[in-house]
């Protein structure tokens, strides 16, 4: 089914598959806009802990009444992780167990920089319990406002219906511009081009990364994505750094901003875009960050 971008896809999930009373597990730290739209149906929203492997399937089966689980297994958001495959397989062994959900957010799939890329749990999907959620946004650009949802052979149907009453069906003119644009062997092209300018980007955040600024921990490996996120020691420190960084004109985000609403056993850290910026911007960013985070 093709979308207005991953958003309207995960407000479809969220509108058909929950209602009041059942339960849906977010990632936390997670991507807010999806928690929102999930609790936007009356569904009770749990924030659940991400580790090295991501999603803790353990506190995700302790859920009572749990029917969902949504989750960004190939770049989690925003902390970066890849969920391993052993993880993979068990979150797919709760959705058949417990006859739930799992919605796959692949927003920014396309940038993986080495290794091969896990396959995703759609692919892995033996049940149908899987329903994929990908996206232009990162690829081209977010005001294209084009996204696609891969649903299980059984929900085809009542999504097409329920889509037909919401929005009718998708607007097609850009639909047409990206299928000439993919048949012309355009979109290949494209994508190894956008993976190069990041890969250039995340190098030049690499090579001019303070790296001896109080509380604020290393740069971890980046495998993939257009974001990474970086410890800081306590939320006190963060809310320091991301004030000076802002004061000197340079945007990041606090983790602070990716927690759900009462989070527990909260960290810290920043959380920063490198993928819309330039090499020599970046250099510049990273210069004053280093004079007013030392000063
Ligand atoms: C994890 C995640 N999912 C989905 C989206 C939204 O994508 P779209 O612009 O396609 O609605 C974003 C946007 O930043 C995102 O970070």
């Known amino acids: 089914m093709i979308t207005t971008g991953a958003q309207q896809a995960i ?6 598959l929950l209602e009041p009373g059942v339960g849906v597990a977010v990632e936390n730290p997670g991507y807010r806009a999806a928690g929102c739209a999930f609790g936007l149906t009356g569904a009770t929203v749990h924030g659940v802990a991400v580790d090295s492997e991501g999603l803790d399937c353990t506190a995700l089966a302790a859920l009572q009444h749990c029917r969902m689980a949504y989750v960004t297994p190939s770049h989690q958001y925003p902390t970066g992780v890849v969920m391993s495959l052993a993880r993979r397989l068990e979150l797919l062994a709760w959705a058949e167990r417990s006859d739930g959900w799992i919605v796959e957010d692949d927003y920014d799939g396309e940038y993986r920089y080495s290794g091969a890329p896990l396959a995703p749990l759609a692919a892995l999907d033996r049940s149908g319990r899987v329903l994929y959620v990908g996206t232009f946004s990162k690829v081209a650009f977010p005001a294209l406002r084009l996204g696609y949802l891969v649903l299980p052979k059984q929900l085809v149907e009542p999504f097409s219906r329920a889509r037909a009453l919401m929005v009718r069906h998708s607007e097609a003119g850009t639909q047409a511009v990206m299928a000439q644009f993919m048949a012309q062997g355009h979109f290949q092209r494209h994508i190894r081009r956008m993976r190069r300018a990041a890969l250039s980007r995340r190098n030049a955040l690499i090579a001019g990364w303070p790296v001896d600024i109080p509380g604020v921990g290393a740069l971890p490996e980046m495998v993939a994505g257009l974001h990474v996120k970086v410890d800081v020691d306590n939320p006190e420190r963060e809310r320091w750094l991301v004030e000076k960084a802002l004061d000197a004109g340079v945007e990041l985000n606090g983790l602070g901003d990716y927690w759900l609403p ?9 959380v920063l875009g490198f993928a819309a910026v330039g090499e020599s911007g970046i250099a510049e960013a990273l210069g004053k960050l280093r004079k007013v985070w030392r000063g």
Request: glycine letters at 14%; charged letters at 15%; a neutral charge.
């Open 11 to 16: 407000s479809l999930c969220a509108q058909l």
């Open 262 to 270: 009462g989070a527990v056993d909260k960290t810290a850290g920043l």
